[in-house]
């Protein structure tokens, strides 16, 4: 079986605890519950990142996706400030934030 890239994105108010379960039960109920689905939904876990100052998004991303391992944890960062307001320009996410909602992203392999 080979493994496949995911990432997700979580705006609200919720921990990272919360936004990873949440992800993984919403996935879950689109892809079924029988594995190999390529998604967040095969984690049972994730390992939350510092991305450094000055450091793009996606090479941030790209640097990471080759430590992850389909069977083991996903990884999460929350986007803050500057990096928060490239990603919502080039990665088209709307609304913006309301004040009290933090931006989590989750990426890695999944199993498919």
């Known amino acids: 079986m080979g493994g496949e890239y995911f990432e997700n994105t979580y705006v609200g108010t919720e921990s990272p605890s919360e936004a990873f379960h949440k992800l993984v039960t919403n996935e879950q109920w689109e892809h079924g519950h029988g594995?190999?689905?390529?998604?967040?939904?095969?984690?049972?876990?994730?390992?939350?990142?510092?991305?450094?100052?000055?450091?793009?998004?996606?090479?941030?991303?790209?640097?990471?996706?080759?430590?992850?391992?389909?069977?083991?944890?996903?990884?999460?960062?929350?986007?803050?400030?500057?990096?928060?307001?490239?990603?919502?320009?080039?990665?088209?996410?709307?609304?913006?934030?309301k004040p009290g909602e933090r931006v989590y992203i989750f990426f890695g392999i999944a199993s498919c």
């Open 35 to 97: 594995g190999y689905t390529g998604t967040i939904a095969e984690k049972t876990g994730f390992k939350m990142l510092e991305k450094p100052i000055g450091q793009s998004i996606d090479s941030f991303i790209d640097e990471n996706i080759g430590r992850n391992d389909k069977w083991g944890p996903a990884f999460c960062f929350e986007l803050k400030d500057a990096d928060l307001a490239i990603f919502r320009v080039k990665r088209k996410l709307a609304p913006e934030p």
